[in-house]
């Protein structure tokens, strides 16, 4: 039997069964499994599984398997419960009861929000890796001969750069859909903010800037339209809604985005690039310490992905993100830690 099998099949038994799980979904390093009733987990049998890395109980449960290997567990899950992965199970009390178990386990307005947007970001993390890698060994390549011209070269930036410029439309839709809007509305919003169209358009005698506000603004934009949307259905007649409704949403948005939420999000994402700078700049090795330790216990409880956004808005204001290699230093740290256990211990397990 492969491990991947195994494993799915010893987890399934420690929830409670197929008949437990509504939900099957994945990240980078958890399998993340929505449960009917949460009583039914054995929590200790179920990390004593060989191979399980830890368990965390949050809005889902969370359970540590590793880059990779979670991928192919999700899928063998998927075949053992018969739900896609991402796909929820049916079930007229799922939605209630799981609006009373968000309410009663650790339900911040802070844990909520970085869930969020962790929630918008996590399931474009593939296309991220993929085109990140291209785009950096393709520009590692160009830059150390830039004289250099080909035909190949020329189609792996356009490969690697493809969803950077796009991004925006893919974080709408996301950010729509999480709010629960309709996720093509949501990707206006995204266009909204980044086509470049904007730059043939004055607004009190000033071109517009396209992409002004970053994904920040696309985030507020779509928002706002899964907002609209909901609040313009409840009072629009059946027969009219499928036309007025969009229409209402996408004009208002649209306007809104242009007056409010750009030149907002274009102050509130230099803020927050100055911020960071100024910070390295004047707190030094302390500066990087503090943000390095306090990175890890977001990791722990699968909040990290909320920062994502700020790394992009760095990337796309100087080109590079500096607080990504201070981040990383904690998982240094990790790393380290983990070869000493390696070497010292006596357990093979």
């Known amino acids: 039997m492969r491990k991947e099998e195994r494993l799915a099949q010893e987890i399934l038994e420690k929830v409670g069964g197929k008949s437990n799980i509504s939900q099957v979904a994945n990240c980078m390093t958890r399998l993340r499994l929505k449960l009917k009733n949460d009583s039914l987990v054995n929590a200790a ?51 209630v009861k799981m609006r009373q178990d968000i309410k009663t386990k650790n339900n911040t307005p802070v844990k909520n929000l970085l869930r969020k947007i ?32 080909a035909t190949w070269l020329s189609l792996l930036l356009f490969m690697g750069g493809g969803i950077f410029a796009y991004l925006g439309v893919l974080v709408g839709w996301n950010t729509a859909k999480e709010f629960g809007g309709t996720p093509a509305l949501g990707a ?23 992409g002004r506000g970053g994904l920040f603004a696309v985030i507020f934009a779509a928002w706002l339209m899964a907002v609209t949307e909901r609040t313009v259905r409840k009072f629009m007649p059946n027969a009219i809604d499928i036309i007025l ?3 209402i949403s996408v004009l208002f948005v649209g306007f809104t985005t242009l007056l409010v939420i750009q030149p907002a999000g274009g102050y509130l994402t230099e803020g ?18 503090v943000l390095a330790g306090t990175f890890l216990p977001l990791v722990m409880v699968g909040l990290h992905h909320g920062l ?25 740290g990790q790393v380290g830690a983990s070869m000493a256990v390696y070497v010292k211990t006596k357990n093979k397990n």
Not at 123 to 148: M, R
Not at 193 to 208: D, M, Q, R, S
Not at 272 to 289: E, K, Q, R, Y
Request: hydrophobic share 50%; aromatic share 6%; glycine share 10%.
């Open 308 to 332: 994502t956004p700020i790394h992009l808005e760095l990337i796309e204001s100087s080109s590079v993100t500096v607080l990504l290699p201070i981040l990383a230093m904690a998982g240094a």
């Open 118 to 149: 962790g929630n918008i970001f996590i399931p474009l993390i593939p296309a991220l890796i993929a085109s990140g890698l291209i785009n950096g060994a393709a520009n590692f390549f160009k830059n150390a001969n830039p004289d250099y011209e």
């Open 245 to 247: 409704t969009p229409l």
């Open 188 to 210: 206006v919003a995204g266009i909204f903010v980044f086509n470049p169209a904007l730059a043939t358009v004055e607004l009190f005698g000033e071109a517009l800037v396209p």
């Open 272 to 289: 927050i690039t100055s911020g960071i700078n100024l910070i390295l700049d004047t707190g030094g090795f302390l500066a990087g310490a």
């Open 45 to 95: 049998e179920l990390k004593a599984i060989d191979g399980v890395m830890g368990v965390i109980e949050d809005e889902t449960l969370q359970i540590v398997i590793g880059p990779g290997l979670v991928t192919k567990v999700a899928s063998e899950m998927s075949k053992l419960t018969g739900l896609s992965v991402g796909e929820v199970e049916d079930d007229e009390d799922l939605a």
